[in-house]
Structure formats: structure tokens, C-alpha cells
């Protein structure tokens, strides 16, 4: 049994391996992990799911996870946006769902050390950011959706964030395997610099509190602007010792949104709040060691009234950053290579601002 992570005071090793057996309880013999039992599966939070087996040394359920993604890939390298029990419930492809598998494979080598695992998934990765890579706007964008007929022309700045960041895993796997892949590193510069420099490429949905923390999750900000930023929308979206509001309009937290923000302060070095954040989403907590999705504080209710298989994981992702357990604990804050997206990019703006 490997080292399983714990954060004193917060969560035990024994806790943090019962919210793993939670998610494995919900995996379908074909290897999907759906939101839980009878519910849908995404292709970006079984993903996740898989990350979280990962790292709590379920490997065989996480590899059927893996290998369940790489049977289900189109010919054109994306996924459907939608399963359930093994049926398509919707068929049109969303970039940042189909991106995220370069995330999984890379923290899956960087877990256990598996090159052969990571080599035999490379086929499904290069495919899967073929497709998002070529859904790039004029101004470095990454459009979110494709249907069989059509792409939306409309790009989200949280997609779009995680995006940059599964580009950079990508690389890192192709350096590990020598495949070199040029045409990524420009993407990811293009990509990371408008979402440094150009906010006006991204549909506004500022009253979300993902589009807040992801550009810093995910690397688009780091250090001192880093920190500005969260500074900048702390007190809209942080309630006491709760968590966060997934939206600044309503009294409603949820687990998963206070988790990714915690692994994006342990990004800035915020080791304090970060621990006070995961400390404040265990009210969410059942007996089983699964996690309600979120709680509306106005009336104390969970609401949705569901236990979502990826609110564990999340958790159990923020469990291994700060607690700096496993191989992979550094997935968002030291373990892709870094793109220098202020001088290394032909763009007026750039001139501009020397």
C-alpha cells in the first residue's frame, strides 16, 4: 500500500482512502466513472475520478478508467460530451473535456512511474489535442464546443484556463516519449497569452467563481499578479468557514470549487488559506466518506441533493498538493513545463507594454 495522503487536523489517510473506495464503488464494468450511481458521465470528471484513484494506489480501477477513455475516443480524437450506462446522451464535443486526458496520463506517470502506461495512452493524447489544437482562435483562443455540423465560435475562460494546463502536460509527455510537437508549444503560448493579456476573447462569466481562480490554477497567473487576483475577488466569493460560492449571486458553496481553489493557492505558496479551505469544505462529508456537491447556507440544505463521485476527488487532489504525499502532488503547481507567455509572443500588446 503506498503513502496515502493526510492533512493533520483535517484528514486521515484512512478517510482519504475511504472517499477513494466511494468513488471506485460507482466505476461501471466498462471502466466509466459517472457523476454517481446511475448518473451521467463527463468525459473531464472521469477524468478526475481517475486522477483521485491515482492517488490513493487504485491503480487497476484507474487504468480501466484510462483505457474506458481510450475505447471511447472518436476517430477525429474528442469525446461526447455525455454518457450514460454506455449510451451517448449527447454527442457534441466540448474541447476542455476532450484536453484533460493529457492531465490524466502525465499525473498517472507522474504517480507510478508507468512509461509503458503513458505510452500506450500517448496515441489517445496526441489525438485529443490534435482536435483541441485545431479549434484555436484568431487571437489564441480555444472555441469549447463542436457539433457534427458546426463549431460555436465562443470561447470560456475556465476551459480554456484548464486547457493551457493540459497543453503543458502534453508536452511533458512528449518529451518523455520523444515526440516532439511543435505546433502545441505555439498553441499553448498563443493560448496562455490571451488569457493573460486578452479577456476580451472570452465569453464574461465573471459571476462564476472558477473564472476567478482557474487562470491561477492553471498557471496563466502565478506570483505576485497571481496573488492580486485573489485578492481581487476574495471577499465576493470565500463565506467565513464554509467554503466558496460556486456564484457571487447566491448562497450556495460547493466542495469541489473550495478544494481547486486551495490547490490554486498552494500554486502561490498560500499555504494557510489553502489548509483553511480544505478544512471548510468537510461539513460536506458522509459516513461513507463520498461528498455532497454543495450546501446553500441560507437554508442549510445540500443542494443538488447528490454526492458527486468528482467532489471526492477533488478533494482527494487537494489532500495530496498540500500535504505533499505522492509523486504527482505537484500537478498544478511544479510538474508541467513552464510557457514564458509575456515576452515569447508576437502580439502588439507586448510592445506596448515595454
Given at each position: 500500500?503506498?503513502?496515502?495522503?493526510?492533512?493533520?487536523?483535517?484528514?486521515?489517510?484512512?478517510?482519504?482512502?475511504?472517499?477513494?473506495?466511494?468513488?471506485?464503488?460507482e466505476?461501471?464494468?466498462?471502466?466509466?466513472?459517472?457523476?454517481?450511481?446511475?448518473g451521467?458521465?463527463?468525459?473531464?470528471?472521469h477524468?478526475?475520478?481517475?486522477?483521485?484513484l491515482?492517488?490513493?494506489?487504485l491503480?487497476d480501477?484507474?487504468?480501466?478508467?484510462?483505457?474506458?477513455?481510450?475505447?471511447?475516443?472518436?476517430?477525429?480524437?474528442?469525446?461526447?460530451?455525455?454518457?450514460?450506462?454506455?449510451?451517448?446522451e449527447?454527442?457534441?464535443?466540448?474541447?476542455?473535456?476532450?484536453?484533460?486526458?493529457?492531465?490524466?496520463?502525465?499525473?498517472?506517470?507522474?504517480?507510478?512511474?508507468?512509461?509503458?502506461?503513458?505510452?500506450?495512452?500517448?496515441?489517445?493524447?496526441?489525438?485529443?489535442?490534435?482536435?483541441?489544437?485545431?479549434?484555436?482562435?484568431?487571437?489564441g483562443?480555444i472555441?469549447?464546443l463542436?457539433?457534427?455540423s458546426?463549431v460555436l465560435?465562443?470561447?470560456?475562460?475556465?476551459?480554456?484556463?484548464?486547457m493551457?494546463?493540459?497543453?503543458?502536460?502534453?508536452?511533458?509527455?512528449?518529451?518523455?516519449?520523444?515526440?516532439?510537437?511543435?505546433?502545441?508549444?505555439?498553441?499553448?503560448?498563443r493560448l496562455?497569452?490571451?488569457?493573460r493579456?486578452?479577456?476580451?476573447?472570452?465569453?464574461?462569466?465573471?459571476?462564476?467563481?472558477?473564472?476567478?481562480?482557474?487562470?491561477v490554477l492553471c498557471?496563466?497567473?502565478?506570483?505576485p499578479d497571481?496573488?492580486?487576483?485573489?485578492?481581487?475577488?476574495?471577499?465576493?466569493?470565500?463565506?467565513?468557514q464554509?467554503?466558496?460560492?460556486?456564484?457571487?449571486?447566491?448562497?450556495?458553496?460547493?466542495?469541489?470549487?473550495?478544494?481547486e481553489?486551495?490547490?490554486?493557492?498552494?500554486?502561490?505558496?498560500?499555504?494557510?488559506?489553502a489548509?483553511?479551505?480544505?478544512?471548510?469544505?468537510?461539513?460536506?462529508?458522509?459516513?461513507?466518506?463520498?461528498?455532497?456537491?454543495?450546501?446553500?447556507?441560507?437554508d442549510?440544505?445540500?443542494?443538488?441533493?447528490?454526492r458527486?463521485?468528482?467532489?471526492?476527488?477533488?478533494?482527494?487532489?487537494?489532500?495530496?498538493?498540500l500535504?505533499?504525499?505522492?509523486p504527482?502532488?505537484?500537478?498544478?503547481?511544479?510538474?508541467?513545463?513552464?510557457?514564458d507567455?509575456?515576452?515569447?509572443f508576437?502580439?502588439?500588446?507586448?510592445?506596448?507594454?515595454?
Amino acid at each position: 500500500m503506498p503513502d496515502l495522503p493526510a492533512v493533520p487536523g483535517i484528514l486521515t489517510a484512512a478517510q482519504c482512502r475511504q472517499t477513494a473506495e466511494s468513488i471506485a464503488a460507482e466505476q461501471e464494468s466498462d471502466g466509466a466513472l459517472p457523476w454517481f450511481g446511475g448518473g451521467h458521465t463527463e468525459p473531464w470528471d472521469h477524468v478526475e475520478n481517475a486522477m483521485a484513484l491515482t492517488v490513493t494506489g487504485l491503480l487497476d480501477e484507474a487504468r480501466a478508467a484510462y483505457e474506458w477513455s481510450a475505447r471511447t475516443q472518436r476517430p477525429d480524437g474528442s469525446w461526447p460530451l455525455q454518457f450514460r450506462a454506455g449510451i451517448v446522451e449527447d454527442a457534441h464535443a466540448d474541447t476542455n473535456f476532450c484536453a484533460y486526458i493529457a492531465t490524466g496520463v502525465w499525473h498517472y506517470y507522474l504517480g507510478t512511474g508507468d512509461r509503458s502506461f503513458a505510452a500506450t495512452m500517448w496515441p489517445t493524447v496526441r489525438a485529443a489535442i490534435d482536435f483541441v489544437t485545431a479549434m484555436q482562435g484568431p487571437n489564441g483562443e480555444i472555441y469549447w464546443l463542436r457539433s457534427a455540423s458546426a463549431v460555436l465560435p465562443e470561447a470560456m475562460l475556465t476551459g480554456s484556463s484548464s486547457m493551457f494546463h493540459a497543453l503543458r502536460c502534453a508536452l511533458a509527455l512528449a518529451e518523455l516519449l520523444a515526440d516532439p510537437q511543435p505546433d502545441w508549444e505555439v498553441a499553448a503560448l498563443r493560448l496562455g497569452h490571451a488569457l493573460r493579456y486578452h479577456p476580451e476573447s472570452f465569453t464574461e462569466k465573471d459571476r462564476y467563481s472558477m473564472d476567478w481562480y482557474y487562470p491561477v490554477l492553471c498557471g496563466a497567473y502565478h506570483g505576485p499578479d497571481g496573488t492580486d487576483r485573489i485578492a481581487s475577488r476574495w471577499t465576493d466569493f470565500v463565506v467565513g468557514q464554509i467554503g466558496i460560492r460556486c456564484v457571487d449571486d447566491r448562497p450556495w458553496v460547493t466542495g469541489a470549487e473550495t478544494c481547486e481553489l486551495a490547490l490554486a493557492l498552494d500554486t502561490l505558496g498560500d499555504h494557510h488559506r489553502a489548509h483553511d479551505l480544505l478544512a471548510s469544505m468537510q461539513h460536506l462529508r458522509e459516513n461513507d466518506g463520498s461528498y455532497w456537491t454543495g450546501l446553500v447556507y441560507a437554508d442549510g440544505k445540500h443542494w443538488p441533493v447528490e454526492r458527486t463521485t468528482w467532489t471526492g476527488a477533488a478533494m482527494i487532489l487537494a489532500t495530496d498538493a498540500l500535504s505533499r504525499t505522492t509523486p504527482a502532488n505537484g500537478i498544478f503547481r511544479d510538474s508541467t513545463p513552464s510557457i514564458d507567455i509575456t515576452t515569447g509572443f508576437a502580439c502588439d500588446c507586448v510592445g506596448s507594454r515595454s
